[in-house]
């Protein structure tokens, strides 16, 4: 389980859905939700031990796994996003489009 | 192609029986992650980024149409239309429920398939030539082999909790397309001038962290010993392989720190108290295994193969699809066919359902109902009439399936990378779509030649890039994805581990400077025949370090 | 510790005596630090004499004693640590061990077949659900086997060309 960075600015709470095994957001309601954008954003020291507190109840309750706090960047002005690439790619998916039915891609 | 029997059959419905339950007292919350991950991994399973993957065995990357279909209708129904084909011949699919493996895993028991042992500390599934059976080139067919051993591995009581993974692979032909040096135990199999069989027996290869090139043990081991030195090998690994640190655990740390002499004659006692016991291969056993893969009932042709003949004349795209995508074959009027999954931009390695479909209808159609999957990530028909040549190729453009560049540089290896995997330090996927975009240009890429470039999102190297001629390695460094390269590796018979150039590339330099090698290459070469793996190892790596860091 | 032994869970006939401890008359286990020290002494006992090994420890030095041990307990440190299994091998195969091997440490429920196949007889359980499953004759594993194994009692060798398949009866 990582711990809130040093240098503290704001994290979420993002874990794998046991079942399903689908990146969820701790929310503040205390459930989990599929997209980031629902995620309680812990904005102190304090808040996200609090808040991983909170959701590692649902670890042992055998609802998710990989539990873990997030660094989430804050602009003015910007939706918060996740800080790092890895988890901006959990959050929004591959950067890369889902394989789809062909268009012939022959070029000569 | 090898068919299960009643025990065969009994074996994987068992297991796959004992996985739901496993499945089922994890879900219940019996079982911790902790102790459910192992399990899991034995059955292929893997938690990443976004959901769980499966890892399906192919074993020695031999598919029929059934079975390629049922991985075609698994995709539709329970993954998002697509799957993936690794470099060790299996296939991947990424957006599967942990709840819903139990289905799919006894779906795949119906035509004879499972996830058993693709991950985890055991003896993974055995690789072989993807051409087996077919090539021209071959000595004798290393599948039976690779089958023998398979089941021997199976649910092994005394090796299935090693210091690490444990990869084997088996090659019939001099010419190594299986890169048998580079793996735990690579096994070439050969004959003697009395005219038996035989191993070249070789251990401690592997990629990773540390990579090394395998030792040969002996250069001639009669076949119906293969299990048992086997067994002698995994019975001193399983012993004194490090436990104390992942990263040193592999067989080839245990080579290089006993050396190859010391390696050699702990194998060789250990050998010599089981040898000629229980494991020794009968004869009526090897030739009832090879019997399954005797070679298909070849349809008659015309050996002038005028259709083919015809066909390249008339159509200057086809023409370039046979020169590169066909490799003889053992029987005159055929040939082994390579499908590209390389498509210029697309993820290799990837094919929807639909596509998948297709190529097993293609396979029914004209192919003797067979299909490899090749660890450079390609599909293969290994034999089809190169009369009915034309015909395939024109469904293949209709599938989006035609690209004639098999061996070129854009037929990229890449593993999934930060895209999808949880150990990555930075994206593959899109650096081989921006590399085949910059090499777009097939007259360009056919002057280049030969040219093997393998991508990794980490130091595992699922991606292969310490083989590849051009190996690429993503790295994070302070959050930021930046690139490596390597020069002159090869996994073939002259294995060799690719050179460190210099200096990492951001994302946004890393095209432009494996641009800057393929130049340099093309200055340099002596003759267009002379391939950019003879020049690299003609002039060494100064020149295209020069290239990349000083002009 | 429930021991598991012959399909129930049975008392334990065995005292571990710590190396300072001064054995009892039954029978007892010592580590292989103690019996190296006081071979002799251990040997002419008038009971019998078990031996437990430490996870990494192997059998250097006391091949020659092995069969004067009417036990040797093989230590699991984790259940992924998959060591033991080929020392209960060669116990078996190559020493002609015929005495008890028990398995003790990180012992759980998916291991059990394959302990038992490599030549375990008695296994210390701790796990909860383990221990509920294997009163409740629920562990099974697959019953077919690609490999003949140190203990393949109970199983037969189905007709046909592969001399290594075995099936649980
Ligand atoms: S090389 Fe690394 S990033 Fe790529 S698939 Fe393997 S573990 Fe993942």
């Known amino acids: ?108 | 192609m090898y068919r299960y029997d009643e025990f065969d059959h009994r074996f994987v419905m068992e297991r796959t029986k004992e996985f739901a339950g496993q499945v089922t007292r994890r879900l219940s919350g019996e079982l911790s992650e902790e102790q459910f991950r192992p399990l899991r991994l034995m059955n292929g399973v893997y938690l990443q980024l976004h959901a769980y993957m499966l890892r399906i065995a192919i074993p020695y990357g031999t598919l029929s149409s059934r079975q390629l279909r049922k991985l075609a209708d698994i995709a539709r129904r329970y993954d998002r239309d697509y799957g993936h084909f690794t470099t060790r011949q299996n296939l991947q699919f990424n957006w599967i429920k942990l709840a819903d493996m139990p289905a799919i895993l006894a779906e795949l028991a119906e035509v004879e398939m499972h996830a058993i042992q693709t991950s985890g500390n055991c003896i993974r599934n055995v690789t072989a030539d993807h051409f087996a059976g077919a090539a021209a080139d071959e000595i004798a067919d290393p599948r039976p082999w690779a089958e023998i051993i398979r089941q021997w591995s199976s649910l092994h009581p005394e090796f299935s909790f090693l210091p690490r993974k444990f990869k084997v692979a088996v090659t019939g032909a001099a010419k190594d397309r299986a890169a048998i040096q580079v793996h735990d135990i690579g096994l070439e199999l050969k004959r003697n001038d009395k005219g038996e069989n035989g191993f070249a027996v070789w251990v401690g290869g592997g990629q990773g962290r540390t990579p090394m090139i395998a030792k040969k043990l002996t250069d001639f081991l009669p076949e119906s010993d293969i299990l048992a030195y086997c067994d002698a090998i995994l019975r001193v690994y399983n012993l004194e392989g490090r436990r104390d640190n992942k990263y040193k655990a592999r067989i080839k740390i245990l080579v290089h720190e006993m050396g190859e002499e010391e390696m050699r004659a702990a194998v060789e006692k250990e050998f010599a108290a089981i040898r000629g016991k229980t494991l020794t291969v009968p004869a009526p056993e090897i030739a009832r295994i090879n019997a399954y893969f005797a070679p298909p009932a070849y349809q008659l042709c015309d050996p002038a193969t005028p259709v083919f003949v015809a066909a390249q004349a008339a159509d200057s795209q086809f023409r370039m699809f046979a020169e590169r995508n066909v490799t003889p074959h053992k029987q005159p009027g055929y040939g082994v066919l390579t499908i590209s999954l390389k498509p210029v931009g697309g993820p290799p390695g990837d094919a929807t359902s639909s596509q998948m479909d297709r190529i097993a209808d293609l396979a029914e159609r004209y192919g003797h109902d067979e299909i490899r999957v090749s660890h450079e990530q390609n599909l293969v028909l290994p034999h089809v009439r190169l009369d009915d040549l034309p015909a395939i190729h024109a469904s293949l453009i209709e599938g989006g399936l035609a690209t004639a560049n098999a061996g070129l540089i854009t037929d990229i290896i890449a593993c999934p990378g930060l895209d999808y995997c949880t150990l990555a330090n930075a994206r593959s996927i899109p650096v081989a779509q921006r590399i085949s975009e910059r090499f777009a240009d097939i007259a360009r890429q056919r002057d280049i030649g030969d040219l093997k470039l393998k991508i990794s999102g980490c130091i595992n190297a699922c991606g292969h890039h310490h083989v590849g001629h051009i190996g690429i390695l993503g790295v994070d460094r302070k959050g930021e994805e930046f690139y490596q390269i390597t020069l002159g590796g090869s996994g073939d018979e002259t294995c060799a581990i690719g050179e460190i150039a210099g200096r990492g590339f951001s994302s946004d330099e890393i095209v432009g400077a494996v641009e800057t090698v393929v130049d340099t290459y093309l200055k340099l070469r002596q003759t267009p025949q002379e391939d950019f793996l003879a020049a690299y190892r003609r002039l060494g790596s100064a020149p295209f370090q020069e290239a990349l860091y000083v002009a | 510790m429930p021991l598991y032994r012959n399909g129930q869970f049975v008392s334990d006939d065995w005292s571990f005596a710590d190396d300072n401890e001064i054995l009892g008359a039954g029978p007892s286990v010592v580590s292989k630090a103690r019996f190296l020290q006081d071979r002799d002494g251990l040997l002419a006992r008038n009971a019998p004499l078990g031996l437990v090994l430490q996870a990494g420890e192997n059998f250097t030095d006391i091949e020659e004693d092995l069969l004067h041990f009417a036990m040797i307990v093989l230590t699991l440190p984790k259940f992924t640590d998959g060591r033991a299994y080929s020392l209960a091998y060669l116990l078996r195969d190559r020493y002609d061990f015929s005495g008890e091997i028990r398995a003790r440490g990180d012992v759980l429920r998916d291991q059990v077949s394959f302990l038992l196949r490599a030549g375990f007889d008695s296994l210390e359980v701790s796990n909860e659900p383990t221990i509920r499953a294997l009163a409740a004759g629920d562990v099974k594993g697959v019953s077919v086997r690609y490999q003949p194994a140190a203990d393949d009692t109970g199983d037969t060798s189905p007709e046909g060309a592969r001399p290594w398949l075995r099936l649980a009866r």
């Open chain 1, 1 to 108: 389980m990582a711990k809130p960075a040093r240098n503290f600015e704001a994290v979420v709470a993002s874990a794998n859905a046991l079942a399903s095994g689908a990146v969820v957001y701790r929310t503040a309601e205390g459930s989990w939700s599929p997209h980031f954008k629902d995620a309680l954003i812990a904005r102190s020291k304090s808040e996200a031990e609090a808040l991983l507190a909170a959701a590692d109840g649902d670890v042992k309750a055998t609802l998710i796994v990989e539990l873990a706090l997030i660094e989430v960047a804050l602009e003015e002005g910007v939706a918060p996003r996740p800080r790092s690439l890895r988890e901006r790619i959990r959050a929004e998916g591959p950067t890369v489009p889902i394989p789809q039915d062909p268009q012939p891609v022959i070029r000569t």
